[in-house]
């Protein structure tokens, strides 16, 4: 689905696109900010992250990063879920990025 996302067939609100890699809003956002940002290349869970090259995996973190920053975040978690069993429901990696109101841990 986050495939079909970044290749325009199916409608998002964009907050940041670069170098391969997109952050959208959260469809059903669980916190007054909530963004999920991932590689247009398809992996299915963090479990393959080490199918990136280290570049592309530090650009990945600094996009989340610069992500936050976009949409006006200071404070923020950021969550990703791996597997069914930890909530993982779209099997495209993602990472949340949540923020906006204090967060209760977990
Ligand atoms: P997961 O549960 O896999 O960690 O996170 C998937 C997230 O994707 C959920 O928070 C869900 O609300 C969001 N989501 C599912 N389908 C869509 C969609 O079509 N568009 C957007 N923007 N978010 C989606």
């Known amino acids: 689905?986050?495939?079909?996302?970044a290749r325009g067939e199916l409608p998002a609100d964009v907050v940041h696109r670069a170098d391969g890699?997109?952050?959208?809003?959260?469809?059903?956002?669980k916190a007054p900010v909530h963004v999920l940002c991932f590689p247009e290349r398809h992996l299915a869970?963090?479990?393959e992250?080490?199918?990136?090259?280290?570049a592309?995996?530090?650009r990945l973190l600094d996009f989340v990063a610069e992500t936050?920053?976009?949409v006006g975040l200071d404070d923020y978690r950021v969550i990703v879920n791996v597997g069914p069993?930890?909530?993982?429901?779209v099997f495209h990696l993602h990472w949340h990025v949540l923020g906006g109101r204090t967060l209760p841990f977990p």
């Open 45 to 47: 869970t963090f479990r």
């Open 68 to 70: 936050a920053e976009r």
């Open 1 to 5: 689905m986050f495939c079909r996302i």
């Open 49 to 54: 992250i080490s199918l990136l090259d280290p």
């Open 85 to 89: 069993e930890a909530g993982q429901t």
């Open 21 to 29: 890699l997109l952050a959208i809003r959260d469809i059903a956002p």
């Open 56 to 58: 592309e995996a530090k």
